[in-house]
């Protein structure tokens, strides 16, 4: 299994740009998790869906973030505009089932630098 | 709500000596445990997890760790540390009334030294 994957590994921008970050879960999956990676705040849960529902949305930081998951292998994170706080790396993870006893499983990571 | 205390930021050990990360939770039942092991530049990986039973729990590399509910504790031992080992570990807690979420510590960068 190649794991999960996410793309770009590395988003450079421009204060005010669209960034959108994806995200291909393991197959077979149906939990996904979208994580912020900060020094300042550590590992932050954004949002989280199971069979392609979000279920918990409250760690998304303000309107200008939004998430979708339009099918069962492949999740978007957008934020629209970006500002330099937005700076971070994000994580993607699914897990083969609800509940928690099941596994989370990371990508590689996002590292956005918003200038 | 549970929560996730991770004690010491860094941690500094000689390559071949033992090694031990604290992990203090809180949660009113009994919690689903991990520990989880970020290499530089990676996500996160793995290394074991405690659900119920047997209260020392063998991972991958080479760690252990036990739980003590008496000290709401989950610590993360190594007998022998490899210079490999250096990295950042991540406690977790999981709850039966957070579905799939994980609220995870602070988390502790080993470092090794030869």
């Known amino acids: 299994d190649a794991g999960v994957i996410q793309s770009p590994r590395h988003e450079v921008t421009e204060m005010g740009q669209e960034v959108t970050l994806r995200c291909k879960p393991i197959?077979?999956?149906?939990?996904l998790f979208w994580y912020r990676q900060t020094m300042m705040r550590g590992l932050e849960l954004l949002i989280y869906?199971?069979?392609?529902?979000?279920?918990?949305d409250s760690g998304m930081p303000e309107d200008r973030f939004s998430a979708k998951m339009p099918n069962a292998s492949f999740s978007t994170l957008k934020i629209q505009p970006s500002e330099p706080r937005d700076s971070a790396v994000y994580f993607c993870?699914?897990?083969?089932?609800?509940?928690?006893?099941?596994?989370?499983?990371f990508g590689p990571g996002t590292r956005l630098t918003v200038t | 709500a549970q929560s996730v205390t991770q004690p010491d930021i860094h941690i500094t050990v000689s390559e071949g000596a033992s090694l031990e990360l604290r992990c203090n939770y809180s949660y009113g039942a009994t919690p689903y445990l991990f520990w989880y092991v970020q290499s530089p530049g990676q996500g996160l990986q793995l290394l074991l997890k405690y659900f119920s039973g047997d209260t020392l729990v063998q991972g991958i590399k080479g760690f252990e760790a036990e739980f003590k509910r008496s000290q709401s504790s989950f610590n993360l031992r190594k007998p022998s540390v490899h210079w490999s080992d250096a990295a950042e570990y991540f406690c977790a807690v999981g709850a039966n009334n957070a579905g799939n979420m994980l609220t995870f510590g602070g988390g502790t960068r080993l470092m090794v030294k030869p």
């Open positions: 869906f199971n069979n392609n529902v979000p279920i918990d």
């Open positions: 993870a699914s897990s083969p089932q609800s509940g928690p006893a099941y596994e989370q499983y």
């Open positions: 197959s077979g999956h149906n939990s």
